[in-house]
Structure formats: C-alpha cells, structure tokens
C-alpha cells in the first residue's frame, strides 16, 4: 500500500534549490587556485558549514563567514569578509532545480507540503518563490533556532505542524544534514533523492528517486 501522509516535509536549499556554494567558490577563487586545488577548497568549505551549524544558533552570514574563513586559512588563501558576505548575498536569488516545479506541482493539490531550511527568515521567501508550487508551511533554523542536522530543528517542525514522525514523508538529498536525523527520530517514510552530493546509505532506510520528477510516484500521484 502506498503511504499516503499528512505532510510531505522537504530540505529546501540542494534539494529543491540548486544551492551553489560551490560555483560561489569557484568564482571568487578558482582562478587563483587552478583546478585542483578549488576542488579541495569546495569540499573544505561545506564540510566547514556543516561544523559551524552544529553549535549554538548564529544568523547563517556568520555560518558562512567562519566556514570561509576557515577554509581559507586551512588552504593558505587570504580570508576576505567581503567575499563572505557576496556569498551569502547571493543564497537567495538561487531557483529551483529544473525538475522541481513539475514534481511539486503534481503533489500540492493533495498533500500539503512543508520546507524545513537551514535559511533565514529574510532570505528564504525569495527562494520559496521560484519553486513554482505552493508551499503550505515553510520552518527556518532562525525560527527554530537551531539548524539541521540538529533534533531540534525537526521537532519544532513537529510542534507547530502538530503532528508526529509518523504523519510526515521527508524528503533531502542530504543524508548529513536530514536522513540521518530523520531516522533518529523515527521518521521511517524517507525519500533521498539522489543528486549526487553523497553516497547512499541504505542503512537508513529511504526510497531513491533521481530527482523530484519522481516524488509523485511514490505517494500514489
């Protein structure tokens, strides 16, 4: 039997937004670095921001600002703060992937569906907006205040949609930043779509799609 839930919950920004962090890095550093090495300065980079979120709440231009400037440092580059605010300045005017719109817009009708983003309050409606699909509710780590992967952050979710792990389908394409957790808290309808930021792990238990062109299949639609 196909599961049909309550709400259909979604890691916004790699999952349905094309985050690119990592062609920010390019620009500002790939000249200077050469192919190579931006390589390992890309990796660094996200690895930095998944540290930084894991701590206490701090607004996401600090979260971009320590990650830079740690990986900076741990590659020998001169640490810019103007770099790091560019960056940060350009998170929202990043769209969809292009098979987002169509998939979502598939399911909206019949099942709510719900972003649950490592975003700013400020920021994240202009994302929101290009997804060409209605979002029912949208959670932010500011809101929460805590980031994924932390507990926290899935749990305020919960309490103000006012259901359980039970009632949701969580959708990401991170096992790092949601599957994992999803898993600890018991959310045991998962899809990863496979977007090629990590390798699988079906340990955790998901159904793969290769892009969200695929998602409405899996809850009957």
Same mark, same amino acid.
């Given at each position: ?15 349905? #937004?094309?985050? %690119? ?7 500002? $550093? ?7 090495? #931006? =390589?390992?300065?890309?990796? %660094? ?5 998944? %540290? =930084? ?6 607004? $996401? ?73 209605? #979002? ?5 780590? =500011? ?12 749990? $305020?979710?919960?309490? =103000? @949609? ?6 949701? @389908? ?5 096992? /790092?930043? %949601? ?5 600890? @808290? ?8 496979? /977007? ?9 238990? $998901? ?15």
């Amino acid at each position: 039997m196909t599961f049909r839930p309550k709400f259909i919950t979604f890691d916004c920004h790699g999952t349905m #937004i094309l985050f %690119d962090m990592a062609g920010a890095a390019r620009d500002f $550093y790939g000249e200077a670095l050469g192919t190579e090495m #931006i =390589e390992v300065f890309i990796r %660094d980079f996200s690895a930095y921001r998944l %540290d =930084e979120v894991l701590g206490a709440w701090k607004p $996401y231009a600090e979260v971009v600002h320590n990650a830079l400037e740690r990986t900076c440092k741990r590659n020998g580059v001169a640490f810019d703060p103007e770099i790091a605010q560019k960056i940060y300045e350009r998170v929202p005017t990043w769209g969809p992937h292009a098979d987002v719109p169509a998939g979502l817009a598939k399911i909206a009708p019949h099942i709510p569906l719900v972003a649950l983003t490592n975003s700013m309050n400020s920021q994240i409606p202009h994302n929101i907006a290009k997804l060409g699909a209605p #979002i029912a509710h949208v959670f932010t780590a =500011e809101s929460a205040q805590a980031y994924k992967p932390q507990m926290r952050a899935f749990e $305020y979710m919960f309490d =103000e @949609l006012g259901c359980g792990p039970e009632n949701v @389908l969580h959708v990401s394409s991170s096992f /790092r930043y %949601d599957l994992m957790t999803a898993h600890d @808290l018991g959310i045991k309808n998962k899809v990863w779509v496979n /977007r090629g930021h990590e390798p699988a792990n079906p340990f955790y238990g $998901y159904t793969e799609i290769k892009d969200i062109s695929g998602l409405p299949g899996v809850v009957g639609l």
